[in-house]
C-alpha cells in the first residue's frame, strides 16, 4: 500500500528549496517525489511549493552639492542609482530598495553693477564702494547654494570746478548757472549721463 503524504512550503524569491528529500527547486509548483522504504512501500510525498516575490522600492531624492546623502548606512554624495538588499522584518525575504540620488550643482551666476563715485552698493553680506570683483554665496528656492559673482564698477567723479570773475554790477550766466552777482562759491547738481549726481 502506498501512502501519500502532502507538504506546503514558502520560499522567498532566489532561495533553493532543499528539505524532505527534495533539492534544487527554485520556482513556484507542485512536485512530487517517491521514496522508497525497507518494507517495499511506497510513500509519495507531494510538496505544493509557493515563492514570495522580493518587495521592490524605488526611492528617489535630491540632496545639493556638498551635502551628503546616507542610505542603509552607506554614505552617497554624487547623482547616481544605488541598489542595496535589505531584509524584510515581516517576510523574512529579501527587499530590493533602489535609491535615485540625485546632486544639484552650485548656481553660478555673474551680475554686473555701475556705483555712482561716492555711493556704496549692498551685496549680501559685503558694502560695496570700488571698483572689482566680489564674490557671494546666496540660498536658492529649494535651499542649494547659488554662488554669485558680482562685477562692480565704480563711475568716475564728475566734478568740475570753475573758476570766474566778473566786474562789479554785471551777472555770471553760464555753466549753467544763472544771475549770480556775489562772490562765493555756488554748487550746481547735475545729472550725468549714466544717472550719477
Known sequence: LNTRYSLSDTICEGDVYSKNN???IMHPGVYKQK?????K???????DLSVMPAARVLIADTICA??????NGVQYESSGLYVDTLISKVTGCDSIVTLLLTV???LRTDAYVNICFGDTYKFGKQ?????????????????CDSLVTLHATVLPDYRQTINAVIKKG?????SG?????????????????????
Do not use: H, M, R, W
Open 22 to 24: 527534495f533539492s534544487g
Open 66 to 71: 556638498g551635502q551628503e546623502y546616507f542610505f
Open 35 to 39: 521514496l522508497s522504504s525497507s518494507t
Open 170 to 174: 554785471e551777472e555770471y550766466n553760464a
Open 104 to 106: 544639484k550643482d552650485v
Open 127 to 143: 558694502t560695496i564702494s570700488a571698483s572689482g570683483t566680489y564674490e557671494e554665496v546666496f540660498k536658492t528656492v529649494d535651499g
Open 41 to 47: 512501500c511506497d510513500s509519495i510525498v507531494t510538496l
Open 177 to 197: 548757472f544763472v544771475g549770480l552777482t556775489a562772490a562765493g562759491e555756488y554748487t550746481l547738481p547735475l545729472k550725468s549721463v549714466d544717472g550719477c549726481d
